[in-house]
């Protein structure tokens, strides 16, 4: 499933290579100074797609994607599909300019699925040859009004199934 997702997502993220890109979500512009947010609703991350470097002597070699499926909770559809997303590594990841610093905008499917999706190319293994990634989601509403995050983990093996949130 995570190859065939990679497969449609290369489509237009020109930065990396000429004849194999990735489509990710584009900028998301905040009016106003960031703040938080008053309120109690919250996006949850429900799945995710995580391929850290793409391989098998391709154009596509060292590209890498990260697609996030978001879950309202307290929070509709309508009103995530007017949000930005910022998403910040917290650990594991060893170069942290692969991720931007502005929010991004979500993607939004014909089933009213929102996502986000960001791609790199080149990113740097733990020691030990694996992806161990824990990443922070943060919503934001264009006046500036941030939500409180949600941290996930992606990784290229099993490590996500002993991680818990704030560890």
């Known amino acids: 499933m995570k190859h065939a997702i990679v497969a449609v997502a290369l489509l237009t993220f020109a930065d990396f290579a000429s004849s194999c890109s990735l489509s990710a979500s584009r900028e998301f512009r905040v009016n106003r ?68 610093r502005h929010a991004i905008a979500p993607f939004v499917s014909e089933s009213d699925s929102v996502s986000v999706s960001w791609g790199w190319s080149r990113a740097t293994p733990t020691q030990d040859g694996e992806y161990h990634w824990v990443l922070e989601l943060v919503p934001v509403t264009k006046q500036g009004a941030l939500m409180p995050g949600t941290e996930f983990c992606a990784s290229s093996d099993n490590w996500c199934s002993s991680w818990a949130p704030g560890r």
């Not at 590209?63 to 590594?89: C, H």
């Open 33 to 100: 100074p960031l703040r938080e947010a008053q309120g109690t609703g919250r996006i949850l991350v429900k799945s995710l797609n995580f391929v850290p470097s793409m391989g098998g002597g391709t154009s596509c070699d060292g590209l890498g994607l990260l697609s996030v499926q978001l879950e309202g909770q307290g929070v509709n559809t309508a009103t995530m599909r007017k949000m930005g997303y910022f998403l910040r590594p917290k650990s594991g990841v060893v170069n942290e300019k692969l991720f931007p």
